[in-house]
């Protein structure tokens, strides 16, 4: 039976790892993910869950012993927040390009200095062009399925790539909600067992991770980039069965939000949308056509997809949450990647960005009427005046 | 939408340069002829039959499982494919059977291939 409990997205995720009957988990401390690990090891403890839970000594150790533990055929999990993401980066590039489908579960956080713990997108923004799939969810219900979609799409042999499920530290990781959890019946319908392509074995002995030579190195750089031309309709497929099993209603890309007759539009990722939906109610409500459109998937990036339910908007505010120092328009990571799939576009909306939600402060929805007012002042005026707002500043 | 944007393409990598799915390929029980190494070196270990008493230190102390113990002939085989020269086993062995020398001094020393491999 399904069951709806009162929840944390930490417990979420570690709800979905559960269901998704996970068989090696490895884990290192560091907040806010840390309640993740916490609530597997009592699963374990309590013999809820079967698993192999090992306690690795750094972020290094505890991809590669997923990478591992993925290769030899076992269906493996880990985390990890700010910091901790990025200690482990070396491993994040083999792991895509050996093409093991392992899960990796982040509640972010900001990076040093000087310690900050609060939520921000840079952490796991700055993995994203090491072939992983990743994407953020927007509240424990959406982390809790997203478990559930990433192992689906990252073991279909189509794909077979990691994945990163994020949700925002504090902000989802551990303020609760209302979850639905699946019976199990409903997700062994959806989820078919972790089947590994020439795994490690005693048998059939395989090399894994070897050298390369220079003029191999091309063709294996376009074989990982062609499985990305097939990996959006594998979410497709996946999505919606998800939703039919489920019970749910998922866009495979994008969420939107009154985005249909919208002059200026949102565009936001995790949580913030909650906010954001809440903002665009009132501003409607003020006369201001505004809507939303929520990313929820940044790798595959969704272009077309984007440029379909934008293409109509009269001016765009980008509300970055994480930073890219010195990048085209000095701001964010996401204008720039959603100013590119609108270039071809005859009639090419406005684009400008808010750096909002930094640090881990919260965006108010007085912060979101402001980001209204500079939009409309945008279609009044027909152009772009900045490419980016600091809120708050 | 009226307009209809670009594609993403195909990606065609021709047969004879695709590389095996994740770089997954089937080991030899002994050596990988597909991914050799031994271009690394500069200098080789060179044993003295002698001096070595079959300890097998230079076995276990090796990270690239170069040296082989042939029970039937009692004698350590080096594998010259993937020794990258690291002297490991120079400095573990106990005997002093191994030393370090050039690749230059051999004729088919690796440094002298016009092809690296």
């Given amino acids: 039976m399904a069951k709806e ?25 560091i907040r806010p993910y840390t309640a993740i690990m916490m609530e597997l090891a009592k699963m374990v403890a309590d ?22 533990a993925a290769a030899s055929g076992a269906r493996a999990y880990t985390g990890s927040s700010g910091v901790g993401v990025t200690y482990a980066m070396e491993i994040y590039s083999p792991m895509a390009g050996g093409r093991y489908p392992a899960q990796m579960a982040i509640a972010d956080r900001t990076l040093d200095p000087p310690g900050d713990f609060g939520s921000e997108h840079t952490d796991a923004m700055c993995t994203r062009d ?19 979609i990433n192992y689906r799409v990252g073991e279909d042999h189509r794909v077979m790539l990691p994945q990163m499920v994020c949700q925002e530290g504090y902000f989802v990781s551990h303020i609760p909600d209302k979850v639905i959890l699946g019976d199990q019946s409903q997700v062994k319908k959806f989820l078919p067992p ?3 392509i ?52 998922y866009d495979p890309f994008v969420d939107q939000y009154k985005l249909a007759d919208a002059e200026i539009a949102f565009f936001v990722m995790g949580a913030h949308a909650n906010t954001c939906r809440k903002a665009v109610d009132r501003l409607r409500k003020q006369g201001v056509k505004a809507g939303m459109a929520r990313l929820r998937w940044v790798r595959p990036w969704p272009t077309h997809q984007l440029a379909n339910a934008l293409g109509h908007v009269k001016a765009i505010g980008v509300v970055e949450t994480s930073t890219s120092y010195g990048g085209a328009m000095r701001g964010g990571n996401l204008i720039h ?47 772009t005046k900045r490419y980016v707002y600091w809120i708050g500043m | 939408m009226a307009k209809e944007l670009p594609g993403y393409g195909t990606i065609n990598v021709p047969k004879e340069r695709q590389v095996p799915f994740g770089a997954v390929t089937k080991a030899p029980v002994c050596t990988q002829q597909l991914f050799i190494t031994s271009n690394w070196r500069v200098v080789r270990p060179v044993k003295d039959d002698e001096k070595c008493t079959r300890c097998l230190i230079c076995y276990m102390s090796c990270p690239d499982a170069c040296w082989i ?49």
């Avoid at chain 1, 809820?48 to 750094?58: D, M, P, R, V």
């Avoid at chain 1, 402060?361 to 939009?375: G, N, Q, R, S």
């Avoid at chain 2, 009692?74 to 030393?99: H, R, Y």
Wanted: overall charge negative.
């Fill in chain 1, 5 to 29: 409990l009162i929840m944390t997205g930490c417990r979420a995720a570690a709800e979905g790892a559960k269901a998704a009957e996970v068989e090696v988990i490895c884990s290192f401390p």
């Fill in chain 1, 130 to 148: 090491q072939g992983w799939l990743l994407g953020w969810a927007d509240s424990p219900q959406e982390v809790y399925d997203n478990t559930l």
């Fill in chain 1, 47 to 68: 013999g809820e869950l079967n698993a192999e839970f090992i306690h690795g000594e750094g972020e290094h150790a505890q991809l590669s012993v997923v990478l591992g």
């Fill in chain 2, 69 to 117: 113990f042939k029970e039937e002939e009692d004698v350590m085989e080096w594998v010259s494919d993937f020794c990258k020269g690291c002297q490991i086993c120079i400095n573990e062995c106990p005997s002093d059977a191994l030393t370090a020398v050039p690749e230059l001094d051999f004729p088919d020393g690796v440094v002298r291939l016009d092809k690296p491999f």
């Fill in chain 1, 198 to 249: 020439g795994p490690l074995s005693t048998t059939k002995p395989v090399s894994h991770g070897p050298q390369i030579r220079p003029d191999q190195g091309a063709p294996m750089d376009a074989m990982r980039a062609a499985v990305f031309l097939d990996v959006p309709k594998v979410i497709e497929e996946a999505t919606a069965d998800f939703n039919r099993i489920f019970g749910r209603n």
């Fill in chain 1, 194 to 196: 972790y089947r590994p």
């Fill in chain 1, 337 to 383: 990647e959603l100013r590119a799939s609108l270039y071809d576009l005859d009639q090419r909306p406005l684009v400008t960005s808010f750096m909002a939600g930094l640090g881990g402060e919260t965006i108010w929805p007085a912060d979101f009427d402001y980001m209204a007012k500079v939009l409309t002042e945008m279609v009044k005026e027909k152009k």
